[in-house]
């Protein structure tokens, strides 16, 4: 994250407070927001879901019977299971759009590719 940030990021501020403080200062209920473009903010959630996704594929899935889909894929059943998955997973990241537009861009091309699956892509 430090090379998207650059020096956005520093030593982390510390400062004590009793729970009385935090409470009179008023502002305890509103989270502090880092001043990040939408590009900043869509690289760094799409880093995090790349990492996320990058380590789920050698993972078992429940709604793949629990095996990992690069296991899964090895069978005719198993490619349309993930065929499923994916498009479960890209549909409920494009209807994230609504509230959240760095979840919404997310392509998930590269899983289809991966998974050697991408001629079976609609």
């Known amino acids: 994250m430090s090379a998207i940030l650059g020096e956005r990021v520093g030593q982390p501020a510390v400062e004590i407070e009793t729970i009385e403080q935090m409470l009179e200062s ?6 502090q927001q880092i001043d ?9 959630v799409h880093e ?3 990492r996320h996704y990058r380590d789920t594929l050698d993972e078992p899935v429940p709604m793949l019977g629990n095996k990992s889909p690069r296991a899964a894929v090895k069978t005719k059943s198993g490619r349309a299971k993930v065929v499923d ?9 494009a209807k994230a759009g609504e509230s959240d537009t760095a979840m919404a861009s997310y392509s998930f091309g ?3 590719t991966e998974l050697g699956i ?5």
């Open 85 to 93: 998955w994916l498009k479960m997973m890209e549909n409920r990241t």
């Open 26 to 31: 008023g502002d305890a209920d509103e989270p």
């Open 110 to 112: 590269w899983m289809w």
């Open 118 to 122: 991408d001629d079976l892509r609609r």
């Open 48 to 50: 995090h879901m790349d």
């Open 36 to 44: 990040l473009s939408e590009e900043e903010r869509c690289a760094i």
